[in-house]
């Protein structure tokens, strides 16, 4: 019995064994992606105490990858692979932890691209109020300070 009828055809719950990365990417690098997955789970729980206090978004990033990872991590120490079971019309079947990461990923890339544009434009409103400090007020917009 299908909860939401009119999900049927779109949403399917399925039981598959990938031993490769996020929906089914490289099948043959199960335990590279084990290792990698310490390795990032490790990382990230270094690095998110050093974060600054109200930095939410980033928080959340790394929440949601350190969360898929150990996610996939538990499956495949448990299970020798990670165990998918979402399966969206013809996209790859993937798992909450699969989108946890991919989400995460998102979120920083997202992130990072925001934190960018407002440092260039902190730079350039402080290139600005710098330039017209220099100024000497006496001065005319039309002479040249070399003339």
């Known amino acids: 019995m299908v909860a939401l009828p009119w999900l049927a055809g779109i949403i399917r719950v399925v039981y598959w064994n990938n031993t490769g990365a996020a929906f089914g990417l490289f099948p043959a690098g199960g335990l590279l992606f084990t290792f990698v997955a310490v390795i990032v789970s490790l990382a990230i729980l270094y690095y998110y105490p050093r974060l600054p206090r109200g930095y939410f978004p980033l ?11 150990v996610g996939n991590l538990t499956d495949r120490l ?9 399966s969206v019309g013809s996209f790859p079947v993937f798992n909450l932890a699969d989108s946890s990461i991919s989400v995460g990923v998102a979120i920083l ?10 440092t260039k434009a902190a730079q350039a409103d402080e290139a600005v109020s710098l330039t017209g400090s220099i100024q ?8 040249h300070p070399l003339e």
Request: proline share 3%; charged share 20%.
């Open 109 to 118: 890339i997202l992130t990072m691209w925001i934190d960018e544009r407002r």
């Open 59 to 69: 928080r959340l990033a790394l929440g949601l990858q350190l969360g898929g990872a």
């Open 78 to 86: 448990l299970h020798g692979t990670v165990i998918d079971f979402i």
């Open 136 to 143: 000497h007020p006496s001065a005319s917009s039309t002479e």
